[in-house]
């Protein structure tokens, strides 16, 4: 049996009269890939700063290689390596001295930093730039130094904050290779995402999170199995699309419905049996349906199956 | 404290490398200092010697009586002398000369008790002041004058008895002598008022480097990181206290070292200036932490510190010696860390013993602790992500 890196037991946090985070649990083995899957909003930030030790929970708690997490606690923070959403580097300095300052700040003497600046270096590909300042490197390269410096300290939890937004295809790959590798090192890695295609690809297990509520967590293939027979059924169109959704889904076979740009996603029990009654309700709401597609239940229609909206809401 | 020094080191090199530390700390005010310096070093009349036309239309022993008195009056004042009043309005129309006189057809007969007559003053108005010492000197000249008439009528002398008493009168040494003692000892010369005023005024600025960009490292995302780090959140405060500190230390004393070589400014007693300047510096920096605290932003607390700091330096003397008008202003300017420097620096330059830093040391202190005090109160909410 794997060892436990990170254990969290009904965190909760609340902002004024938000409730951002509400009593979420889920723990992650050495060498797993954890992956909290929510649209923005949903309390994957917050829930992540809790367990960085960034925030400190009203309730529950957090321990990290079997240590209390708090936002003072050294020790813990010690096994965390922290990728914050947005790019946090500076960009007068250059990428060795970025590594080295914080490689420094984790405890390592001038030589260790030294010497493990040159291998993340090697890692994110920024080798051969490594001396010239960060705001001189493209968006991508921004990100792999972004990324780079959590991994400085060779933490036990890697913990990446949605690291490929606003990142272009080719970075985006780099960095899902990069994660799928730290997994096969051992390193336990909690990622989020509102990507359901990165969820899929590199989590060991996900967990769906909405409104601040853990709503359900497994492997891909335990998440999906809460769907029983549903499918997933893909409409192109124009007209009024919200109607013919609201339409749709009073239908005894449609579970949920939500729309899109020019689309309608339903989650439908026994499909093939159910489309021509779809297509006349949303040709009597005003849609001229273009096209229909009938695809195997994915991440994205456990969401939707889950909480009643599309991830993308 | 290791993780202090090394936020401390990190923010020194960011500073050092896009100049902008360099720029407030060193050239700034160095440049201001120079410039402010030589333009009332130029106005000091111990410093500039006034030209001043002597238009002689009398030929009488009058003329020479202002010749032999302006002589005596040292090297503030040359005189020249011009053939016409036409000449004269030339000479000080091209800027040749500072002013000039016209002594009227007459005037030797006027003293003894002839018809009076007018001495004109010709002045430029592009240049005041030169028109202005022409003016005192005229005057000075038709109340001694005027003095030798009463005293010449008071005795019953005739013209050539009078004529005696005016050469007794300018060869004579004036029985009353005016030294300006408090003056001499107590204000600083303009270079070095000058140097001192810049240096705390732009120390304000300087120390802002440190303290504030607690909220740019907010904005960037790199204080969530350093949070997240295995450090104490005191030590990420130390780390940007020490920045200010050591960029307000580095500022006051290249000032003090450059502008004591290189302008020839006269800080007084090494270990007093170095009193006054800790302290100067702990003052800033605790005012400028308390200012951070109160902004919610990195451009809030930018402009509001600048507004603090033009403020405080205006009120405190940076500027012109705003304690001297008296009232209101000298009591806010009491209440500014520069105007508390500027006193201590001005009693240890003018010979004061090393005791005279110890009031404003006191009160730098002071205002050290007070600030200091409620922006660490404050602080706390500006460390967080």
Known sequence: MRESVLHCEGL??????????????????????YGLLGPNGAGKTTAISIVAGLLEADAGEAFVAGERLTTRSVAAKAAIGFVPQDLAIYPDLSAHENLCFFARLYGLSAKQAHARTEEVLEVVGLSERANDQAKTYSGGMKRRLNIGIGLLHEPRLLILDEP?????????????????????????????????????????RVGIIDHGELKAEGTREELVALLGEHDKVHLTGTGSLEAAANACVRIGAVDAASTGDGSIELLVKGASAALPEILTTASEAGVSVHSVEVEEPNLEAVFLHLTGRALRD | MRAAFLITAKDLRQRVRDRSAVLVAVVAPLALAFALGATVSGFSAGSRAFTIGLVDLDHGPAASTLQDALAKAGSSVVMKDVATPAEGRRLVKDGELDGAIVLPQGLSIASMGGPPVRIDVIGD??????????????????????TIQIASKALGAGPAETIKIVGRVSSSSPPISISDTSTTRKNLDPKTYYAAAMAVFFLFFAVQFGISSLLHERADGTLARMLAAPISRRSILAGKAMTSLALGFVSMTMLALITRYALGAHWGNPLGVAVLIVCAVLAATAVTALVTTLAKTYEQANAWLSIVSVVLGMLGGSFFPVAQSGGVLALLSKATPHAWFLNGLQDLSSGGALSVVVEPAIVLLAITVVCGAVALVRIRRLIEP
């Not at chain 1, 902002?15 to 985070?21: H, L, P, Y």
């Not at chain 1, 979420?24 to 890939?33: L, P, Q, T, Y």
């Not at chain 1, 790959?173 to 509102?194: C, D, F, P, R, W």
């Open chain 1, 12 to 33: 909760r946090k609340r902002f004024g009269d938000i409730q951002a985070v509400n009593g979420v649990s889920f723990e992650i083995a050495s060498g797993e890939s």
């Open chain 1, 164 to 204: 490929t937004v606003g990142v272009d295809p080719q970075s985006r790959n780099a960095i899902l290779e990069s994660v799928e590798q730290l997994g096969e090192k051992g390193m336990a890695v909690l990622y989020t995402t509102h990507y359901m295609e990165e969820a899929e690809r590199l989590c060991d």
């Open chain 2, 125 to 146: 108005p592009k240049n005041p002041i030169g028109a202005l010492v022409g003016r005192s000197i005229a005057g000075a000249f038709a109340t001694s004058m005027r």
